[in-house]
């Protein structure tokens, strides 16, 4: 698949999940004040979620996600959707999605589409990753049955426990929890502990940056027992899931291994350009690994799986053995396989 350029994916993606995070906190804040609930209607389920609850009903007819992450999360549950917007830019997600008959409609990344472009769809049930914009639910959720799923800042658990609440899918979403901790246990017991470090780089539309804490693959490498540098350990204002870096900043960003995005949006060539990267060590002794930044940057069940494949792969030295786009209609199969 070729790069595709996305003027400001990085500002407009944190720009999204600062409003989500600000939602969520207000949320939280002032639920005492929500509005009153009626009881639902007989073969209907209710499913809370950060801006109230919803009436899910039993049929959930044509079920549109609004974005590729959402999507991807009922499906890794057993559900396929009917219809998927491309609002994340996922083409790995894309692909996988039409494989299993999902209809896929192009729409700009990082934008939700239209609300009359949406409706045109017929949805019975619509899905879409949260960016915290309480109005979009208000508007869709006025005419049809909407869930917001959590933001992309969520720890995998949590996420996929919300499919399997939301969607009656409890014994699937427990089944992949516990496939997953078991990988997960095999990567930790030879990852070598908190002195192997992988450090993480990125560059999008021209900005250099890191994973903060709270991002998906901070919280996986800690979970996998990986250290990281100290430079990488703070967490980014308002909760996002990464921090610009200056190109001075680049020195003290070397670990045991470096881990730096590539595909799609994210540019490797960009990392390896800024001075002083040659300079680290890791550079210096062939401990670099490509990652797929689409994946390492999403908290959906795939994404999980994929990132654990590529730790595996990390602890056992094997940093070319990392996922690319080319791989990943296999690497999906073998993440089907988890709960056949």
């Known amino acids: 698949m070729k790069l595709k350029t996305r003027p400001g994916y990085l500002s407009r993606l944190g720009?999204?999940?600062?409003?989500?995070?600000?939602a969520l906190t207000a949320a939280a804040c002032s639920s005492s004040e929500a509005g009153p609930t009626t009881e639902p209607a007989e073969g209907?389920?209710?499913v809370s979620h950060e801006f109230g609850e919803t009436s899910v009903p039993g049929d959930l007819g044509r079920i549109v996600s609004l974005?590729?992450?959402a999507a991807l999360g009922l499906l890794a549950v057993g559900i396929t959707p009917d219809v998927v917007f491309t609002s994340w830019g996922s083409e790995i997600g894309q692909d996988i999605l039409a494989s299993a008959g999902t209809e896929v409609v192009t729409v700009p990344p990082l934008g939700a589409p239209p609300i009359e472009q949406v409706l045109a769809q017929d949805p019975g049930l619509v899905i879409f990753t949260s960016m915290g914009d309480r109005s979009y639910y208000d508007s869709l959720a006025s005419t049809v049955p909407t869930v917001p799923v959590p933001a992309v800042t969520t720890p995998w658990r949590e996420n996929l426990a919300f499919f399997g609440r939301a969607f009656d899918r409890q014994s699937v979403a427990d089944k992949l929890t516990v496939a997953l901790e078991g990988k997960i246990a095999d990567v930790s017991a030879r990852s070598g502990g908190e002195v192997n470090t992988v450090s993480v780089l990125m560059s999008s539309s021209g900005i250099l940056a890191t994973t903060t804490e709270q991002a998906p693959p901070s919280l996986l490498l800690a979970e996998s027992g990986f250290g990281r540098p100290e430079s990488q350990r703070a967490n980014a204002a308002g909760g996002l899931p990464y921090a610009p870096l200056s190109d001075e900043a680049i020195p003290a960003q070397d670990a045991r291994i470096v881990a730096v995005f590539d595909e799609g949006v994210y540019e490797f060539g960009k990392v390896a350009g800024v001075p002083g990267f040659s300079s680290l060590s890791a550079v210096q002794e062939n401990r670099v690994a490509k990652v797929n930044g689409d994946m390492w940057l999403a908290t959906h069940p795939f994404a999980t799986f994929w990132m654990i494949?590529?730790?595996?792969?990390?602890?056992?030295?094997?940093?070319?053995?990392t996922g690319t786009e080319a791989v990943a209609a296999t690497r999906y199969q073998e993440f089907t396989a988890l709960t056949a």
Do not use: I, Q
């Not at 720009?15 to 995070?21: F, N, Y």
């Not at 494949?309 to 053995?321: C, I, R």
């Open 15 to 22: 720009a999204s999940l600062l409003v989500s995070v600000v």
């Open 44 to 46: 209907t389920r209710v």
């Open 67 to 69: 974005d590729e992450y």
């Open 309 to 321: 494949e590529d730790m595996d792969a990390m602890a056992a030295g094997n940093l070319t053995g």
